[in-house]
């Protein structure tokens, strides 16, 4: 399994090389990390919001398919949304028979005892089920957002998608969750923070040749997270992995609003660092959840605010650094010459080789020989 997670982890990074809208032109480019992290807080906003009219949701199943569903993507990188679509009106059989094949390929990486569960969470994504359609709604949500942020620009060009967006939503009238996020007046400021998190580069000192951003860094730390909580509960070291991904998921989102302050800046001045974390309180507290129903911001504060807490969250915080030593090494391996990056992945790969987490200092160790990594 060990070996398998390396070739699991450099797969996904093929995310952060597929760009959406490729075929118009666009204000921004988005690629599909960034796209699957947006898709992911649509998907946690309507479960909570499920939860909290009394609907049942099985969230461990949720997030499960959240992580998975990414992975035959960075196989079929190059298939466009577009075409998919017409594929799979043309022919739907024969889509299904391509995709069933990227997940048979995809499996030998997978844990064994998990495997066929993972094979079938995969299939079954978007299938009927409340996670299903959660997860369909959430996301159209993300690419309606995309295209509307294009259209401001290039409006001719993005008419037709909107149409079809628009078509394909009005699917989920019925769908109360979807309905409530769509009518609620707090979703604009979650928004808007959203598209700040797409565009906040990460490394933004240094030239890149693989750029970045919050949006998709986060979306990979939930990947890396999921599962090294597999892993140690696996190795009988009890971890909720929900509650794992739950905090991955949310632990940037502050960044939205103060900006990406980095640990050593924080920790200059005896004190900063309270400081930083009082002032994230009130911000995210007075312009992000303000309007919120309680239960909803009961879910998501600590989480905000304290995504490093306890266990779980030290795991989350080795999940964060085991990400940033990935977009190191694919800095170095597609031949970046700025030693600020092996700087920065010694540095990172120290802390992980003392970690309390087995998984963890056997990623350390991995990364640092290089194992099986060919970058991107």
Not at 35 to 40: E, H, K, L, T
Not at 72 to 86: A, E, G, N, Q, Y
Not at 332 to 344: E, H, M, P, V
């Amino acid at each position: 399994m060990y070996r398998g997670l390396i070739r699991l982890l450099e797969l996904y990074t093929n995310l952060f090389t597929m760009f959406r809208w490729n075929n118009r032109p666009a204000l921004l480019r988005t690629n599909e990390a960034e796209n699957a992290f947006i898709s992911a807080q649509f998907s946690l906003l309507m479960s909570l919001i499920a939860k909290q009219s009394g609907e049942i949701v099985d969230e461990e199943k949720l997030f499960k398919r959240i992580v998975l569903k990414e992975l035959p993507k960075c196989i079929l990188s190059d298939i466009s949304v577009d075409t998919k679509v017409l594929i799979k009106e043309l022919d739907p059989e024969k889509w299904e028979a391509v995709f069933n094949t990227t997940v048979a390929e995809v499996s030998s990486l997978l844990p064994e005892r998990h495997r066929e569960d993972f094979m079938t969470e995969m299939k079954a994504a978007k299938d009927e089920s409340l996670e299903g359609l959660i997860i369909s709604a959430g996301d159209l949500l993300s690419a309606n957002l995309e295209a509307n942020i294009h259209s401001r620009f290039f409006p001719e060009y993005y008419e037709e998608a909107l149409d079809s967006l628009k078509k394909r939503l009005a699917v989920f009238r019925d769908l109360r969750p979807y309905r409530v996020l769509k009518e609620s007046d707090w979703m604009k400021n979650y928004r808007e923070a959203l598209v700040v998190l797409l565009r906040a580069v990460r490394w933004n000192r240094l030239k890149r040749n693989v750029e970045t951003t919050v949006a998709g860094h986060s979306f990979y730390v939930v990947v890396v997270a999921f599962f090294l909580a597999l892993l140690e509960n696996e190795a009988g070291n009890t971890i909720d992995t929900l509650e794992v991904v739950k905090r991955a998921l949310l632990h940037d989102i502050p960044e939205s609003l103060t900006g990406d302050i980095i640990t050593p800046t924080k920790q200059k001045v005896k004190g900063f660092e309270e400081v930083v974390s009082r002032v994230e309180e009130k911000m995210v507290s007075k312009k992000l959840l303000s309007n919120m129903p309680p239960e909803i911001v009961k879910e998501l504060k600590p989480r905000m605010l304290d995504p490093f807490e306890g266990k779980e969250g030290r795991l989350v915080r080795a999940a964060d650094l085991s990400a940033a030593v990935v977009e190191c090494l694919m800095e170095i391996k597609t031949g970046n010459a700025q030693l600020a990056f092996r700087s920065a992945m010694n540095k990172m790969l120290e802390k992980l080789s003392e970690s309390e987490f087995e998984s963890v200092r056997y990623l350390s160790d991995a990364f640092r020989l290089g194992l099986e990594w060919t970058g991107r």
